[in-house]
């Protein structure tokens, strides 16, 4: 095997690592949410990891300083990569099935191409509207599984759902210079001040019973600790290192579709043929989208 095809090899590996960790954290953290609330379960296991990864950051010297003129980008962009998708993301599931949160969040690519009209200029093209249509008719559908009439509930979690994309794809198109630190600096930082203005809210508002969690809240807890935002991290960053951007982006579809096809296992959520075409024609709109991007 020559030194390309091992790279791009090892590549795919790691993001079959990537993928597979991040749709796992789905169902589990669901089921975590059954025992803790989700501003302080979400922000705790982020300021842990992000502790963790620092350490890491300092054993292989790698700086953690912050450039000053870099500083205002940082917090906004740990705002819509971490307190929006993390946050919101995590608060849907109170609502939600994994399945539609999976499907709703991961439009975040076609909201991306719709904001870079207004601010980059970039016109809708017959393929980004058949990008919308497809992904908005892939969540449609999902959301009908048990009819239109919604609640409260599950309008709330409509709602954060997609905030969550939203607020995500429109960080991604203002955040699209680098900032100037290395990889693992940018997701120290990132994670902890993100995950940390949703610990302390969660700590004073939703009063978490910290005697209630189980032996299962407690596996789900280090699991969502260590590998979405650890192991999955380190694999993303290999990921980038060896395929090209817009093949790791559409390769991270694979995210909902497994996280989907997990909560059905784990928690027994459906999955028949509406949930196949919905995630069809969602991901099919996705992918339209990612190859405009």
């Known amino acids: ?6 790279e791009k090899t090892i590549g795919f590996l790691c993001l079959g690592v990537a993928a ?128 239109y009439a919604f609640d409260a509930g599950k309008l709330i ?25 290395p990889r693992l600096a940018i997701v120290v930082w990132q994670v902890g001040l993100g995950c940390l203005a949703m610990l302390i809210p969660g700590i004073l508002f939703e009063r978490p019973n910290y005697a209630a969690i189980s032996p299962l809240g407690v596996a789900c807890f280090v699991y969502m600790t260590l590998v979405p935002m650890g192991v999955c991290y380190l694999a993303w960053f290999e990921t980038l290192r060896r395929l090209p951007t817009v093949s790791a982006s559409t390769g991270m579809l694979l995210v909902p579709v497994l996280a989907i096809i997990a909560a059905a296992i784990v928690l027994g959520e459906p999955l028949g043929m509406r949930e196949v075409a919905a995630v069809a024609l969602t991901l099919g709109g996705v992918t339209l989208a990612l190859q405009r991007a």
């Open 1 to 6: 095997m020559n030194g390309a095809r091992r």
């Open 20 to 147: 597979s960790g991040w749709a796992f954290n789905w169902p589990l953290m669901k089921l975590l949410l059954q025992e803790w609330p989700p501003l302080f379960a979400r922000g705790l296991a982020g300021v842990a990891a992000s502790l963790i990864l620092g350490i890491m950051a300092v054993s292989q010297r790698q700086s953690l300083k912050v450039p000053r003129e870099a500083i205002p980008r940082l917090l906004f962009s740990s705002f819509t990569n971490v307190v929006a998708w993390m946050g919101l993301g995590t608060m849907a599931m109170k609502f939600v099935t994994v399945g539609e949160g999976a499907l709703i969040i991961y439009t975040m690519p076609i909201w991306a191409m719709l904001f870079a009209w207004p601010f980059l200029h970039l016109r809708p093209t017959v393929r980004d509207v058949i990008a919308l249509v497809l992904g908005m008719a892939g969540v449609t559908l999902i959301l009908g599984g048990s009819g």
């Open 157 to 181: 979690g409509v709602v954060l759902s997609l905030s969550c994309a939203m607020l995500f794809a429109l960080g991604n198109v203002l955040n699209r210079s680098p900032l100037p630190m």
